[in-house]
């Protein structure tokens, strides 16, 4: 299932969630990222 970023009532879909606290403590607690530069390299909701 594909999503149109471009219909208004889809533009905040991802944009302005955060995630949980509890996903980001067992992240930091896993992964040494501070000081890093991370890219962020998803899939999305892109039509082809």
Known sequence: MTIDFHDAKNRNTY???EA???WVQFIEER???KGKIVLDLGCG???C
């Open 15 to 17: 944009a302005s969630r």
């Open 20 to 22: 949980d606290y509890s």
């Open 31 to 33: 992964v040494p990222i």
């Open 45 to 47: 909701g892109n039509k």
